[in-house]
């Protein structure tokens, strides 16, 4: 996931009929693409019907301003008072970010603190490239380094245990998103 993406992102409750998300992971999964969390499957088939409605003229507004998005948001009334709290100091620094790349300035270097804090201390992102045989090669690497990642998360982990199995797992979410974004591409490109 690209930092402004990643930035953007806010946690949401929703009642979903089960049965469509079932059907949709199986989608997913028609496609090559492993899904590990009902986050995930939200995420990936919410952008799947963007791209979509995009495609087929059905979006004309867009939204890129992390300000525009929240105005709306709050005009709409569509936050949840504890979303609302729990986002507000997130959102606050994704319009921040906003704000110094808008003046060409990258926060990674101008806030470095406050950068790793929202980006939970990563230094660099690892990308996995479509090659033209298709996504079979990108579940495989997947798999192979899903398989060397596994660990549970423990209740009993140290602090820098927790830290180290965070940036685990937010390194495979953005080889995820990677492939994600790859594979929409592919999408567009038929």
Known sequence: MDDVKKERTVPV????????????DRYWAGE???????SQLVSWSIELLREVLITNGMIVERCES??????????????QQSMKN??????????????MRAEGIDPKYAAPKQYNIVHRGEKSEVELRL??????????????????????????????EMRTKMREIEES??????????YLDGLQDR
């Not at 090559?32 to 009902?38: C, E, N």
């Not at 729990?86 to 704000?99: H, T």
């Not at 045989?133 to 602090?159: A, P, T």
């Open 66 to 79: 992390v300000v525009e998005a929240h105005r709306y948001m709050m005009d709409r009334g569509l936050y």
């Open 173 to 182: 979410d953005k080889r995820e998103e990677q492939a994600m974004r790859e």
């Open 13 to 24: 409750a929703s009642r979903v009929d089960v049965c469509r998300l079932a059907e949709l």
């Open 32 to 38: 090559g693409m492993y899904v590990r969390s009902m």
């Open 131 to 160: 090659n033209n045989r298709g996504l079979d090669n990108l579940v495989e690497i997947y798999n192979k380094i899903e398989s060397s990642e596994r660990q549970v998360v423990k209740e009993s982990m140290s602090d820098e």
């Open 86 to 99: 729990r986002v507000s100091k997130k959102l606050g620094q994704a319009i921040a970010f906003e704000g």
